[in-house]
């Protein structure tokens, strides 16, 4: 397109070629543009050599975008690679949280049913003890009732005995 542009010759003035270019103004210039114009204390470049120059540029710009293509590539599958790694982490963390979910449910329902145990077991070393004071009273009162009746037959024993003697 520019190329077509620039083989149509002067905007300016139509068929004429252009023939030079003025480095100031930046603009493309026939001779009758030279000779109408202010251009004689400007920079002027052969439109030759602004064509090569510019295809230089031209070239060089295309380098680095080709460049900055193949550098955007190498960073998309980079890229890939830390979201496919990311991704599996992901995946794994969901298992450990499983797993720990699951480690942390046994464990309250463990607790749960330890606590239980003991506190049947409390209950029955309770009733257990309650059973020990209760026998140990009976025995205690049926003691006391044997310690009153030897308290009652001591002295008739002692009586017997001193008699005895």
């Not at 790694?85 to 480690?103: D, M």
């Amino acid at each position: 397109e520019m190329n077509d542009k620039l083989s149509q010759g002067c905007t300016k003035h139509l068929g004429q070629p252009i023939q030079e270019y003025c480095d100031d103004c930046k603009q493309l210039l026939c001779l009758q543009c030279l000779a109408t114009t202010n251009h004689y204390e400007h920079q002027l470049s052969k439109y030759s050599d602004y064509l090569g120059k510019c295809t230089i540029e031209a070239k060089d710009c295309l380098r680095r975008v080709r460049n900055l293509a193949q550098r955007t590539q190498e960073a998309r599958r980079t890229l890939m690679n830390y979201k496919k790694k990311y991704e599996e982490c992901y995946r794994q963390s969901l298992v450990v949280l499983e797993s720990f979910t699951i480690v942390s449910n046994g464990m309250k329902e463990w607790k749960e049913k330890t606590i239980d145990n003991l506190e049947n077991r409390k209950e029955l070393q309770w009733r257990q003890l309650e059973e020990r004071i209760s026998k140990s009273r009976k025995e205690g009162h049926l003691l006391q009732q044997k310690m009153v009746g030897i308290e009652f037959k001591l002295p008739q024993v002692l009586f017997f005995k001193q008699r005895k003697e």
